[in-house]
């Protein structure tokens, strides 16, 4: 047996085995009294001695990070239908964990009067609305104080327990108001309410008119899943999926500013144009219906105060807390045709990759041979009524109609790839 084998052997051995089973009593006697002549460090917060002996040796402990925890003060009310009071709102609803991280709402009844009021105005008759992400429902209750010949029914749909205890007493209060425990966010609750009965009363219109009678009404959560949702249903209206099977449904939202500002970027605020703002563009009319300075400052109007100290902290785009109150319509002229939303998918995502080239030099990124597509483009070849563009122009910078050019091109390229899914959040199976 080697000694390099003996030498690891002999330091490998366990601490256990090597500890000694009988220690002298001498040894242990010169170690407390080692112990007692320890003197307490400046880090040591506390010490306990002895009253009755003042020589005694002082017992120290440390009590560092030990801090009694503030207890959040709770909130009882017998009648919930009434909301607590601006100082009772911390101890009535969770300022942080994931019910509303990501969950601004209006707090501000005011301000709620007249948000309800740019969503639904006067001449409004009989509208049916469906309102998902209302929070405790303080918009809720300025939608029920409107004029009652404005609204028939208001569905609200939140499954927050703790934003539920303040919903439920409205339906008991006015029969026009039905709450239901659902996500707004899933895509079967929607179906739902069809299936259930809840939207008979809702007439289909033809899509020449928009429609007078169904509304969509949301605060949109201010992550990126809120983006993601109101890309998809914007994506539903060129082949009437959704809400639009009933027509030209209006929606009106409550949305972060930095949503906004993607969606409303044309070619004129070309640091934010992006896919959304070309899909938003092609399908819909939007604007504000109330100045953003209305709904400012945050802490002031909405709930809750925990996303303005979170993004105050962040040095990333989202920094300022601001919100904005919009209403977007479906056009009349469809930019998309019926069936062509994959197609327009493939091309924005496949060029914006590249959004700071030139056309001509990002289409190649299309698929291999795709450079052919740019003499249908620009070729002199093209009729009359067809638009020409021009390939110099960056991807970022082009219009609704270079798009639609674009995707017309690559629908009649006999080279085209067949397979056009590009992974998202969303899959095909959970379109509606």
């Not at 490998?12 to 407390?32: F, G, Y």
């Not at 019926?338 to 080239?357: A, E, I, Q």
């Not at 674009?406 to 006999?414: L, N």
Request: with cysteine; charged share 25%.
């Amino acid at each position: 047996m080697s000694f390099s084998f003996l030498f690891r052997r002999g330091f490998s051995t366990t601490a256990k085995r090597c500890r000694p089973r009988n220690i002298p009593d001498s040894v242990l006697l010169d170690l407390e009294t080692s112990i007692e002549k320890v003197k307490p460090t400046r880090r040591q917060r506390s010490v306990i001695a002895d009253e009755s002996s003042p020589h005694a040796p002082a017992l120290v402990l440390n009590t560092r990070g030990c801090y009694k925890k503030k207890e959040k003060p709770r909130y009882v009310s017998d009648n919930r239908f009434y909301l607590p009071l601006d100082h009772e709102w911390h101890g009535a609803f969770p300022t942080a964990g994931h019910v509303v991280k990501h969950h601004a709402c209006l707090r501000n009844a005011e301000t709620a009067a007249q948000v309800a009021e740019a969503f639904v105005p006067a001449g409004t008759k009989n509208k049916v609305i469906v309102e998902a992400f209302p929070g405790p429902g303080v918009l809720t209750r300025a939608l029920m104080q409107l004029p009652k010949e404005r609204i028939d029914k208001i569905i609200v749909l939140e499954n927050s327990e703790c934003f539920l205890d303040f919903l439920r007493p409205l339906q008991e209060a006015d029969p026009r108001v039905r709450v239901l425990p659902w996500d707004g966010y899933a895509w079967g609750t929607y179906y739902n309410l069809e299936a259930e009965g809840h939207l008979n009363e809702v007439e289909v219109s033809p899509w020449q008119d928009p429609n007078p009678q169904l509304q969509f009404i949301a605060h949109l959560p201010t992550s990126i899943y809120g983006e993601q949702l109101i890309a998809q249903l914007l994506r539903l209206v060129p082949d009437r999926g959704w809400l639009f099977r009933y027509g030209r449904v209006p929606m009106s939202y409550v949305m972060h500013d930095w949503v906004w500002e993607r969606i409303s970027a044309d070619t004129s605020k070309l640091k934010n144009r992006c896919k959304l703002s070309v899909i938003a563009e092609a399908v819909t009319a939007y604007r504000e219906v109330v100045s953003s300075t209305t709904l400012e400052p945050y802490e002031t109007h909405f709930w809750p105060p925990s996303l303005a100290a979170t993004e105050s902290r962040s040095r990333s785009k989202r920094q300022s807390t601001k919100m904005v109150a919009v209403t977007m319509n479906p056009l009349l002229e469809q930019t998309i045709e019926k069936g062509m939303l994959d197609k327009w998918d493939f091309c924005l995502r496949k060029l914006f990759v590249l959004k700071s080239n030139p056309l001509k030099r990002a289409i190649p990124h299309l698929a291999p041979g795709a450079s052919t597509l740019l003499g249908m483009l620009e070729g002199a070849s093209l009729p009359e009524d067809r638009h020409r563009m021009d390939i110099s122009k960056a991807v970022r910078e082009m219009e609704v109609e270079d798009w639609a050019a674009v995707v017309r091109a690559f629908h009649a390229w006999p080279f085209a790839p067949d397979d056009l899914l590009v992974t998202d959040t969303f899959s095909r199976d959970d379109r509606l």
